[in-house]
């Protein structure tokens, strides 16, 4: 990036910051404030399934084990509708449900961390 690009894009990031803290302080912009929060260090899932009555309005859920598993937010896991979760990787969902649902492959068992802010 040459010289000038960097100035112009410094200019711009503080433009944009002044910009933010107007509409900020004029009440255009409201961050979200969340008044509880939930943590659930180790959920044992099968391959069963699970659902956990968990209310909440963003969903942090982590693969902690070495296998991977389905979930779903607010609706059961089906033949179509699900995401996979792979061991080490961490989904952030923003969504406002009361059930999440855990599922681990036909003949095996997965472990999972979850978090909620409410």
């Known amino acids: 990036m040459s010289s000038v690009e960097l100035e112009i894009l410094n200019y711009l990031k503080k433009s944009l910051g002044v910009i933010i803290k107007k509409m900020e302080e004029e009440g255009v912009i409201a961050l ?43 609706r059961p896991i089906t033949d179509t509708e699900y995401t996979v979760v792979h061991p080490g ?20 068992t997965a472990k999972a961390r979850i978090e909620v802010l409410r």
């Open 89 to 108: 990787s961490i989904y952030i969902i923003p969504r406002s449900s009361g059930r999440v649902f855990l599922k681990a492959p036909k003949g095996y």
């Open 32 to 74: 979200p404030v969340f008044v509880d929060h939930r943590f659930l260090p180790e959920i044992d899932i099968s391959d069963k399934g699970l659902e956990i009555k968990l209310p909440g309005l963003v969903y942090k859920i982590k693969n902690i084990g070495d296998t991977p598993f389905y979930l779903n937010i607010g």
